[in-house]
């Protein structure tokens, strides 16, 4: 999901859009590369006296078991490649930096050049912050603690919940967790420039300002309970 957002991200910044560090991007939130079956995997597995593997056809004391293959990622039905497909791996969290550029004059028409985004961006310098709920955890620290560092999550201004019912049936506390730390007041300034905080930030109502998406095929009990207590925006709910 994460690595699906940030290529539909660039797409709608523009062609000329220049991504810093996309090399790293693709090696750690890409799909793995597609696995070719080899001549080898359809050798019998035998064991030798010693109870170590070795693959061949030749006789053994041992009759070895054939290992069961899974079925490849194409043969899956697509709920199962929508969730699981890709990298799976729920321990993530990405910091993105934009900064836009000037309208270039063309035939006497407004063209956009692009924008510069900067990935794997300091949290207090992202613009946006795409993050597993696990990853935020990890990043945040342990409850038990004294030095939490939840600070980056003060000036949320847009919160997306993807898949939320897919987060539900692993694990919702630590949603739940992160949805009790968004826009609190910050213990330290971080070299905030203050002439640049609005006044509802000062006066501790940024979580009624605040939007919040989540999206899910489906409503359970958890989610609403979620919605109901975590969610205050002073347009309404929906």
Not at 53 to 58: I, Q, Y
Not at 138 to 162: F, H, N
């Amino acid at each position: 999901v994460a690595w699906q957002g940030v290529l539909a991200l660039r797409a709608s910044l523009g062609p000329g859009t220049q991504v810093s560090q996309s090399d790293r991007f693709e090696a750690e939130y890409g799909p793995p590369p597609d696995s070719e079956d080899d001549d080898e995997d359809d050798d019998d597995e035998e064991e030798d006296d010693e109870g170590r593997g070795r693959r061949g056809k030749g006789k053994g004391k041992g009759k070895g078991k054939r290992e069961s293959k899974a079925p490849p990622a194409k043969d899956r039905p697509s709920d199962w490649r929508a969730i699981f497909g890709g990298n799976p791996d729920d321990d993530f969290k990405l910091g993105l930096s934009l900064t836009p550029r000037r309208f270039a004059r063309q035939r006497k028409k407004g063209r956009m050049k692009g924008a510069d985004l900067d990935l794997f961006t300091e949290f207090y310098r992202s613009d946006i912050i795409v993050a597993s709920p696990l990853g935020l955890t990890l990043a945040i620290g342990p409850e038990d603690s004294k030095s939490l560092d939840y600070d980056m999550l003060s000036s949320l201004e847009l919160c997306t919940v993807v898949d939320a019912d897919v987060m539900s049936m692993q694990n919702l506390d630590h949603v739940i967790r992160i949805f009790t730390l968004l826009n609190q007041r910050p213990q330290a300034d971080h070299g905030t420039d203050f002439s640049r905080v609005r006044h509802m930030c000062l006066d501790g109502q940024s979580d009624v300002f605040r939007q919040t998406l989540i999206l899910a095929d489906h409503i359970e009990p958890g989610l609403l309970g979620l919605f109901n207590r975590h969610c205050h925006s002073m347009r309404g709910k929906v």
